[in-house]
């Protein structure tokens, strides 16, 4: 646990774009300085964070309504009730080294059936970095894929088989990232290009992925929401 760190990076707008109108409690672990919560909270989420960073918390709680400091390695704060309609976890994972414990307590403290855990994680194998060590680069930096406080890696099917073996049912799970257009993109109207990255992240989301993104439930309450429709559409 460094309670030194203060990260205070953008917001991660694909991961923003999947929340939904009807949602409104949100816990964002790893919250950094609160730049997703800042989002949240003017579209009018209840937001409540967790971080390992004293001076992070002091940043975050512009915009959340309540910071925990905690070492999420531990797993969740003991004292966090199950409430949240939204757990989201973006860029944490990889951090952890024992993510089972942390995952089988946000299971926990989903608040109903509907809930839902939304991960996001770098791509190893995302095009520039396969390139660089092909020709024998590791460079470890302070942030991005090669961030030095990265423990773990996955790729699309080891980050669902982790939720999956958690007691999750991933719902959906996409790739952000970007072709290489090169010098290209400079004369291409902005939307095309868009819709290359778009297309290129869909069809090989290994390779085009900066990062990738998932959406999972409980899969008990997964299950028996299934069932529940099943026994609603029934004959008497």
Known sequence: MNSTVHYDGPSNEAVLRLFLTTE????????????????????GFVVHGVT????????????????FI?????????????NYDVVLASHVLEHIRQPEVLLGDIRRILG??????????????????????????????????MDETHYK????????QLLEAA??????????????LGPVRRILPSSASARIDR????????????????VARSANDAAGEAEAHRGDGAEP
């Open 112 to 145: 109903t059936p509907t809930s839902r855990l939304i991960v996001a994680i770098p791509n190893l194998l995302f095009y520039k970095n396969r390139a660089a060590l092909a020709l024998g680069r590791v460079e470890y930096q302070d942030a991005g894929l």
């Open 199 to 214: 297309l290129c992240c869909r069809w090989v989301p290994g390779l085009f992925g900066y990062q990738l993104i998932f």
């Open 153 to 160: 890696w996955y790729t699309f099917d080891s980050c669902q």
């Open 24 to 43: 409104r409690t949100v816990l964002d672990l790893g919250c950094g300085a609160g730049s997703n919560a800042r989002v949240l909270q003017e579209r």
């Open 52 to 67: 390992a960073s004293v001076s992070e918390k002091a940043s975050a709680m512009q915009w959340c309504e309540q910071v």
């Open 70 to 82: 905690h070492d999420l390695e531990q797993g969740l704060p003991p004292e966090l009730q199950p």
């Open 167 to 180: 007691g999750f049912r991933v719902d959906r799970r996409v790739a952000d990232g970007s072709a290489p």
